[in-house]
């Protein structure tokens, strides 16, 4: 089951693509090492099949340049006051996420694999703010392909899972429908696993509740008032023939329902919670 990413993160990720970056000023600054810069060049802007190549014939390094070791900061840490490069290698670093499955691997099989990210997601309380947003979806690729991959959930996924649903959860409570889109595809990328749904269960409060409001403005209903799509007397088709209620998209609606039927798998965890 995947979805097309957010267009509120494709536009975000293309915009930060075509901005240049001084890559020497930042050498010079020794924000960045002139061996950092040498690697983030042999990937950017080259074919797709030569980054690959390129990648997988020294992840090890890579993997250093991104998530740090070896007494070696990642570069999300050096050039923590170049907003800049970090929203740049946000952007990089999920290509690579996409493209290239063996260096996810690697990536996951860090000993910290998270670290550098978890941080930037209380960069600014602004929630349009590029960094957050663009490390939120980052994280959630990497712990989506976590929990698939690895039989026993880690320590470090069960540290960083319920952070990540914290930060979610604040985008959907936003009036913004390009953000309410993220956070509930985000979600529906991260509940994969009876663990995960667990975390988000045990969350509730801040994760299920905006979701509910969803659908109650959604059927034209608010907290305290009924109609006859939320009472079941309705259904989806005829209210979505007449419209929307609060505003909300079709395609919203199509994935809150999602993450809605994704819980509904854990019957002995949610019991009647979902009624």
């Known amino acids: 089951m995947s979805l097309d990413p957010p267009a509120y993160i494709l536009s975000l990720q ?6 240049p970056i001084s890559w020497e000023g930042a050498v010079r600054a020794r924000t960045i090492t002139d061996a950092d810069l040498k690697k983030i060049k ?42 800049d490069i970090i929203q740049y290698m946000l952007v990089l670093t999920g ?11 690697k990536l996951i099989n860090h000993s910290e ?7 930037l997601l209380k960069q600014s309380s602004n929630p349009e703010d590029p960094i957050p947003l663009l490390a939120s979806s980052l994280l959630s690729s990497l ?29 959907a409570k936003s009036s913004d429908a390009g953000l309410l889109d993220i956070a509930v595809q985000e979600y529906s990328a991260l509940l994969r696993t009876s663990k995960s749904k667990q975390l988000f269960w045990k969350q509730r409060k801040e994760t299920l509740d905006p979701l509910v409001d969803i659908l109650r403005n959604a059927a034209g209903a608010g907290k305290d008032a009924e109609s006859t799509l939320w009472s079941g007397g309705a259904s989806i088709r005829s209210a979505t023939e007449a419209g929307l209620g609060g505003g909300v ?8 329902l999602m993450v809605i039927w994704q819980l509904s798998f854990e019957g002995r965890l949610v019991g009647k919670g979902l009624d």
């Open 95 to 105: 290509d690579l996420v996409d493209d290239i499955p063996s260096f996810v691997s």
């Open 14 to 19: 293309n915009n930060i693509r075509a901005r």
């Open 143 to 171: 712990i989506s392909n976590a929990l698939v991959a690895q039989n026993k959930q880690s320590p470090q996924v069960d540290d960083a899972l319920p952070k990540l649903y914290t930060y979610t959860a604040a985008l």
């Open 113 to 119: 694999p998270y670290a550098p990210f978890i941080p």
């Open 42 to 83: 042999s990937i950017d802007k080259v074919r797709k099949e030569q980054r690959k190549q390129t990648i997988e014939a020294d992840p090890d390094s890579f993997c250093t340049l991104l998530l740090g070791g070896d007494n070696a900061q990642s570069i999300f840490q050096s050039a923590a006051k170049r907003p």
């Open 249 to 256: 998209g079709i395609q919203l609606l199509y994935h809150v």
